[in-house]
């Protein structure tokens, strides 16, 4: 068993000096490309149409000549056309969160699920978890890769678990005070809901022994994460993952909070150009590829994520040498466009929670009048706020859409609304309603 210290769970790999990790990266690279052209059947059309030959790569700037891989081309496998071994051999199934067409299949061997569990008790580790820790998961175990994910992870850390899954805020919060839980895995949206109802408790979170929150499976805001911890009197860290490639553990924040780090002995990751797919230089945002290096049952190669991120170059001083993608600010079919500005529900995000008075929720609300698209965002604010209808809430309003238009470019009603008026989720949050549509 490797030796956790408080800062590394596997520091020999985290560590690594970067020629020996490229060269690790290399060989899994070539094995992960030979693997695929013998036992899948797409990899091997599509390696012949490139006139690709697996066996004649020698560097990892090679892969650019490599296809992409699409969500659609999974879709169009399912479910089990993209495994590279035999279903006897795949000892478990999940399944993508995807909210359009058919569910995705994703498929892992023992081996699989080995390498998952250490990906992401490295990322609990780097968010500052150890084996003392009570780690309260409420994510639901199911279909989705988030509970079952986190849960390995702890357990292979060796802290004490609780499976809480996703809902039933009330039970959470008792959870939490009898079983003195340290440290809480949900979505950002989730931990703010269960803020909420402490306060609706009467529950003061300084008398819990909560320490710490790993959150993640949506985007969301610095902003955001100054009030979760602030409401919850924890240092909260990011963590980026998708059931396409593995699940949780993919990327996480160290405790310096820069950007997150890429497993990079697993995994490859490229920014390109989302329209044309040439690779962007260093620092420049750019939807994500991913390509996994070791995973045996559902390898990926150049899955196009439709994340949007930007590589971070610079070493952490944190002493890791695995690279960093800065916070994910959203998928390429997040962006909203509105009447010709592109603009991303985190950006707004970041504008509202600047505001005295806001409450962290809210939702942005398309619509068409005529040939002209209209977005108004629903602000839920404090009672002093809404009440205060007759100035001071609509020069806050005022300035709001002010600040919309100068930051952002854009043009977006302002309406207030009573705390507790959105709807809640015990899983990912729908920030945008588009009745365009309908
Ligand atoms: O959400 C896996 C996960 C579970 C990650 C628990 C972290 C914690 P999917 O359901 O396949 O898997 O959704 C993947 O969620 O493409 C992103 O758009 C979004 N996402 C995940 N993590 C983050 C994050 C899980 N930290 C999709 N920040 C991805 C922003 C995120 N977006």
Sequence with gaps: MTEVTNMFFEQDKECMPREALEQLQLERLQATLSRVARSVPLYRRRFAEHGVDPDDFRSLED??????????????????????????????????SGTTG???????????????????ARILVMGGLCRDDVVQIAFHY????????????????GASVIPSSGGNARR?????????????????????????????????????HLKRGLFGAEAWSEAMR???????????????????????????????????????DHFLFEIVHPETGVPVPDGEVGEL??????????????????????????????????????????RTDDMLIIRGVNVFPLQVESI????????????????????LDTATVFLEVSENLLFDRMRVAREA????????????????????????????????IRRVVDRRQL
Excluded at 102 to 120: C, E, F, R
Excluded at 399 to 420: H, P, T
């Design 172 to 208: 959470q919060i008792m959870i939490m005070q009898d079983y003195r839980t340290t440290a809480l895995c949900c979505t950002p949206s989730y931990a703010l809901h269960l803020a909420d109802t402490m306060e609706e408790m009467g529950v003061n979170p300084n008398a819990l």
């Design 397 to 428: 309003q005022e300035q709001i859409k002010r600040q919309l238009a100068s930051e952002l470019g854009v043009s977006m009603d302002v309406v207030f609304v009573g705390r507790k008026t959105l709807e809640r989720t015990e899983g990912k």
């Design 352 to 371: 509202l929670f600047g505001m005295e008075g806001a409450e962290p929720h809210y939702q942005i609300v398309l619509e068409r009048e005529g040939r």
């Design 289 to 330: 590829v991913i390509t996994t290096l070791t995973k045996e049952a559902f390898p990926m190669v150049r899955f196009r994520t439709g994340d949007l991120t930007r590589m971070i170059a610079e070493p952490c001083s944190c002493g890791r040498s695995f690279r960093r993608i800065a916070r994910v600010i959203g």
């Design 142 to 157: 199911g279909m989705f890769t988030g509970g079952f994910g986190l849960h390995a992870g702890a357990e292979r850390l």
């Design 63 to 96: 892969l650019q000549r490599l296809p992409f891989t699409s969500k659609q081309d999974i879709r169009d496998n399912y479910p089990y056309g993209l495994f590279a071994v035999p279903l006897r051999d795949v000892v478990r199934l999940h399944s993508s």
């Design 102 to 120: 058919k569910p995705i299949v994703v498929g892992y061997t023992g081996n699989d699920l080995n390498s998952w569990a250490a990906m992401v």
């Design 226 to 264: 100054e009030e979760i911890q602030e409401r919850l009197k924890i240092t909260a860290t990011d963590n980026y993952g998708i059931s396409e490639v593995m699940g949780p553990g993919v990327a996480g924040e160290c405790l310096v909070r820069q950007g997150l780090h890429v497993n990079e």
